[in-house]
Structure formats: structure tokens, C-alpha cells
């Protein structure tokens, strides 16, 4: 059964940071491709950052600069790095694993919020 755990979500200020982990099980890690996404309210899912199996990372032009994606493959885990934070960033973020079958977490919440 795959399962891919989200954590790291919570409140903080404008310009703070907060780091996402995302671990996965049931799955061969290592050749998946990983991606954050993120859901406001009121708007639909959008790509946040994305790697690839071989580490090549990829961003959405909104977070370019102050979001870093990495991953661990010795711990099954996916980070996001989520720097000088802006209100714009509150939302629902996934983590996402994709090798033939896309696989979803359940989501954490950000606020970003003074």
C-alpha cells in the first residue's frame, strides 16, 4: 500500500520560513519523481516544484528563488524549503509521487498570516 505522509505545515509570519517533509512507503522511491503542489481556497491545484529521480528540480515561476524542493533517498523523504513567505502561499500542500501512476498525499496546511 503506498502512503506518502506530509508534515511540516503550520502558521507563521509574513517573510518566515517553514520546511515540508513528505516520506513514502510502499514505493520505490528512488525512481519516482517527486512534486509539492498546493490548493488555495477557491482556486485549483497548481505545480510548486517538482525533482526527478536524478535530482533535476524544477519550479513554479511564483516561488522561483524562495522555495528549495530536495529529497533523501536514503530516508524516502522530499523536502520543500518555503522561504520569505508571502500570504499568496497559504494553501493545502501535496506531495506528489509520479512514476507510471501518480500517487497523492493528504495534504498540510500553510497559513501565512499576520
Known amino acids: 500500500q503506498v502512503q506518502l505522509v506530509e508534515s511540516g505545515g503550520g502558521l507563521v509570519q509574513p517573510g518566515g520560513s517553514l520546511r515540508l517533509s513528505c516520506t513514502a512507503s510502499?514505493?520505490?522511491?528512488?525512481?519516482?519523481?517527486m512534486g509539492w503542489y498546493r490548493q488555495a481556497p477557491g482556486k485549483e491545484r497548481e505545480l510548486v516544484a517538482t525533482i526527478s529521480s536524478g535530482g533535476v528540480d524544477n519550479y513554479a515561476d511564483s516561488v522561483k528563488g524562495r522555495f528549495t524542493i530536495s529529497r533523501d533517498n536514503a530516508k524516502n523523504t522530499v523536502y520543500l524549503q518555503m522561504n520569505s513567505l508571502k500570504p499568496e502561499d497559504t494553501a493545502v500542500y501535496y506531495c506528489?509521487?509520479?512514476?507510471?501512476?501518480?500517487?497523492w498525499g493528504r495534504g498540510t496546511q500553510v497559513t501565512i498570516s499576520s
Open positions: 510502499g514505493i520505490m522511491f528512488n525512481i519516482y519523481a
Open positions: 506528489n509521487a509520479r512514476y507510471s501512476l501518480p500517487f
